[in-house]
C-alpha cells in the first residue's frame, strides 16, 4: 500500500507539477550549500502557485526562506510588478536562495528579509507593508501562534494564510508532547476556532507524510 502511495505521488508529481531548470536548480543549489533538504514537494509548490494565481495575489509574504525553493514558486504567481517579501534568519540560507531567484529571474519581485522573524514582523507593520493577499508559513514551530498573530495584523478580508508541516508523520496531532508539536496544536486550534478564519488541514506529502493548513481571512 505505501508503495502504490508512492507511486502515485510521483505521478501526480511529475504529471501536474515537474520541476524545469529553475526549480531542479534551487534544490540542486541547497543540496551543494549543505542546507537542510526539508523543502515542500512538487505538488506543494504548485498548490502554492495555484492559490495565488486564483487569488491574484500581487503581495505575498513567507515565513523562512530555507534556500528559495518554495518562494520561487510563489514569485512565479506574482504580476511583473508584484512582490515577494520572504524573511530568514540564516544568512547562508539567504545567499542560496538570492542566488536562486536571481538565475530564475524573479530577483526583482523578491525582498529577501535577513533576520528572527518575530523581530521583522512587527516592523513590517510599523511600516505598513502589508497586508498581503497570501502569506505562506514554513519556520520553526513553537513560535507557529505568534506568527499567525503577526499575519492577521497583516492580512485582509480574502487574504490566504497556509502553514506548512501542521500534520507530523501521517497523523493530525491532538496532544502537544513537546514543543514544537505544542507550537502546532495551538495554531490549529485558532485557526480552527476564531469565526474570522475559514480553514482545512490537507495531507499533502506522502513521502514526508506531511501537509499543509490552508486559512481563509474572512470579514469581521
Known amino acids: 500500500m505505501v508503495q502504490i502511495q508512492h507511486e502515485l505521488e510521483e ?24 542546507l537542510p533538504q526539508i523543502n515542500i514537494s512538487p505538488i506543494e509548490g504548485k498548490l502554492l502557485q495555484f492559490l495565488a494565481l486564483v487569488s491574484q495575489a500581487r503581495t505575498i509574504l513567507e515565513i523562512g526562506t530555507l534556500g528559495g525553493y518554495s518562494g520561487l514558486w510563489l514569485a512565479r504567481a506574482l504580476p511583473p510588478d ?3 517579501i520572504t524573511l530568514e ?4 540560507h539567504a545567499s542560496v536562495a538570492r542566488r536562486v531567484f536571481e538565475h530564475a529571474g524573479v530577483g526583482e ?8 522573524a518575530l523581530e521583522l ?3 513590517l507593520v510599523d511600516e505598513g507593508a502589508g497586508p498581503f493577499d ?16 503577526w499575519a492577521l495584523q497583516l492580512s485582509h478580508p480574502g ?3 497556509v502553514a506548512d508541516n501542521c500534520l507530523r508523520d501521517g497523523r493530525f496531532i491532538h496532544e502537544p508532547v513537546d514543543e514544537v508539536t505544542a507550537g502546532i496544536v495551538e495554531y490549529c486550534r ?3 476556532s476564531d469565526p474570522r478564519l475559514f480553514s482545512l488541514a490537507l495531507n499533502i506529502d506522502e513521502g514526508y507524510r506531511d501537509g499543509f493548513t490552508v486559512t481563509l481571512v474572512r470579514e469581521g
Open 11 to 34: 505521478q501526480i508529481n511529475r504529471v501536474f507539477a515537474p520541476e524545469d531548470e529553475a526549480l531542479r536548480y534551487a534544490l540542486q543549489a541547497s543540496a551543494e550549500a549543505g
Open 82 to 84: 508584484g512582490r515577494l
Open 134 to 149: 497570501l502569506i505562506f508559513i514554513d519556520a520553526d514551530k513553537p513560535p507557529y501562534p505568534r506568527y499567525l498573530d
Open 109 to 116: 519581485r523578491v525582498e529577501i528579509r535577513l533576520g528572527r
Open 89 to 92: 534568519m540564516n544568512p547562508q
Open 159 to 161: 487574504t490566504i494564510i
Open 121 to 123: 514582523l512587527p516592523a
Open 190 to 192: 485558532r485557526i480552527t
